[in-house]
């Protein structure tokens, strides 16, 4: 068991090891990219990384405060699923209707490794191949999916 400090400091080197090797790996636009806090400059869209003692996920949370809206973004995702799924290679788990960490409804498109430990070093490389394809190929979606949302802006 790790002390709340060691706790953070094996999660902050993962996600800054994570970061560096990621940093010279371009968009699909050719930028350079923030790939551990992805924008997707779409307000209550985002593209989370998640790993803990037992999972790691990537997925794209909806979190937008009105049930309507949110089920809105999370039915033109919908529309877009032939072209994730294209991209990625490989279907998602759909939740519409979940709740995040803090107990907020989201919705939200993932997909989940089992089992590994972010604090164990010797899944980091079991997680950064799990977590390297995955936002990459999202990036990939992302480059032509984001203008079917210019109308919900």
């Known amino acids: 068991m790790y002390s709340k400090t060691e706790a953070a400091q094996l999660r902050q080197?993962?996600?800054?090891?994570?970061?560096?090797y990621m940093q010279p790996v371009p968009s699909a636009?050719?930028?350079?990219?923030?790939?551990?806090?992805?924008k997707t400059g779409l307000k209550h869209v985002?593209?989370?990384?998640?790993?803990?003692?037992?999972?790691?996920?990537?997925?794209i949370d909806i979190t937008h405060p009105d049930a309507g809206l949110?089920?809105?973004f999370f039915e033109q995702f919908r529309e877009l699923r032939a072209?994730?799924?294209?991209?990625?290679?490989?279907?998602?788990?759909?939740?519409?209707?979940?709740?995040?960490?803090?107990?907020k409804p989201i919705s939200r498109i993932y997909q989940e490794l089992t089992p590994v430990?972010?604090?164990?070093?010797?899944d980091w490389?079991?997680?950064i191949s799990f977590f390297k394809p995955r936002i990459v190929a999202l990036d990939e979606f992302w480059s032509t999916a984001?203008?079917?949302?210019?109308?919900?802006?």
Not at 91 to 97: E, L
């Open 83 to 103: 072209l994730l799924e294209e991209a990625t290679g490989e279907a998602w788990t759909w939740a519409a209707d979940t709740t995040d960490e803090y107990g």
């Open 125 to 127: 490389p079991r997680l």
């Open 29 to 38: 636009e050719g930028l350079p990219t923030n790939w551990v806090n992805y």
């Open 146 to 153: 984001q203008y079917a949302f210019d109308e919900l802006r």
């Open 70 to 72: 949110r089920e809105l």
């Open 46 to 59: 985002f593209f989370r990384l998640h790993a803990d003692t037992r999972r790691a996920t990537v997925g």
């Open 117 to 122: 430990n972010l604090f164990s070093r010797e």
């Open 13 to 20: 080197a993962f996600w800054t090891a994570f970061g560096q």
